[in-house]
């Protein structure tokens, strides 16, 4: 098995929502936190019928990254694509990498 350094080949951006005072009242607005190198993978998709014959994509992947401060409450943008990040999992059998598992955004 390769070491898992090696896997790490996706370039990913973490931001978070930063509360902005403008002239029509509080906004947000998008701070890049953080780059990192991960592994993404795969992991189910499916297809949600919701209200007026709609169609939603429902599909989820993981990412494996180095261990660092990261929280629920930030999101991953990866090759123009917005991941919202569901649960994390800390790696208990290396103790170095922790696992998020995501929810592609669609709108």
Known sequence: MSNLSSRLKNRIEVY???KVAGQ???TYEDVLVKKLWAEI???SGNMINGAGDT???NTRFKIRIRKTEIDTTHYIKYKG???EIEYIYPDFKSNSFIELFVKLKTE
């Open 16 to 18: 978070s929502k930063k």
């Open 24 to 26: 029509l009242g509080t």
């Open 41 to 43: 993978r795969f992991q």
């Open 55 to 57: 169609e939603a994509n």
């Open 81 to 83: 694509l917005v991941y």
